[in-house]
């Protein structure tokens, strides 16, 4: 079946469940978690959120799983959480556990309408170099998100980071310093308060390792159409799934894909 003729019965799937009594009669509107992006709001006191995305992209026949895991420490001004990517190169046909990431967020921001949460990374070299799926040494990310309601009903992410990776091994061994850059935007249309629409903006430009001492910089931009609903049940959990199709336009023209989304945040006692 194809893309345009799964799209609608999800879409509809997701006002059902949105609209669907029996769950928690107060309503918990949707904030985390954007898909190519980060929204600015860390986790609430006391709640656990655990947040799986799968992404296969048509051209490459690459696909990646990550699972992350975000917790408040101990509250919602600060926040610790892991990433563990899955990845499937389909060039060398190489499948592996990737670099892991720890990630600590300040909420240095949260207003009515404007929250700020700055986030620190180590990414640790668990992941085979050999094999493509890592760089064999730490490495040091940052990233800066922003969001704003701009109104009731329209919400809007805004991230830029850079990642910094010393001594970077490539899948022969050369070592390099890689440097790369990250960016976005997003805007979220809430058709009610758990079921979202949604279109993202993301791009990145990173370091090559040198070739004949020259290095070279390779980058991708992609905009991404979504949408993502919420499962309510009175015990506090929330279960969000959300499907979205990232579609390459400039330096990634012709490379399009799928990516689906869950999560489950939850109280922790």
Request: charge should be negative; avoid cysteine.
């Amino acid at each position: 079946m194809s893309l345009t003729r799964v799209l609608p019965y999800l879409v509809l799937a997701g006002v059902i469940f949105a609209v669907r009594p029996g769950f928690a009669e107060e309503v918990k509107k949707i904030q985390d978690n954007s898909f190519l992006l980060e929204e600015a709001y860390n986790q609430e006191d006391g709640v656990v959120q655990h947040i799986s995305v799968f992404q296969y992209m048509k051209k490459s026949k690459d696909w990646q799983y990550t699972f992350t895991q975000e917790w408040p420490v101990p509250k919602q001004t600060h926040q610790f959480s892991y990433t563990i990517p899955v990845t499937h190169l389909h060039d060398n046909d190489s499948t592996g556990v990737g670099d892991i990431l720890l990630n600590y967020r300040y909420q240095a921001i949260m207003q009515d309408k404007i929250a700020l949460a700055p986030r620190f990374s180590l990414i640790l070299p668990t992941g085979d170099y050999k094999k493509g799926l890592g760089t064999d040494t730490v490495g040091y990310q940052v990233n800066i998100p922003l969001s704003v309601e701009l109104s009731d009903i329209i919400v809007t992410h805004w991230n830029m980071g850079a990642t910094y990776t010393p001594r970077a091994k490539d899948a022969v061994g050369e070592k390099s310093n890689v440097r790369g850059f990250n960016y976005g935007a997003s805007l979220i249309y809430l058709v009610n308060p758990n079921f979202n629409l949604m279109l993202e903006a993301a791009g990145t430009t990173t370091e090559t390792s040198p070739l004949n001492g020259l290095k070279s910089t390779e980058s991708t931009f992609f905009i991404n159409p979504g949408m993502r609903f919420a499962i309510n049940f009175e015990s506090g959990l929330q279960i969000v799934p959300g499907f979205s199709v990232p579609i390459g336009i400039g330096p990634s023209e012709g490379e399009y894909g799928g990516l689906l989304y869950l999560s489950f945040e939850h109280k922790m006692f």
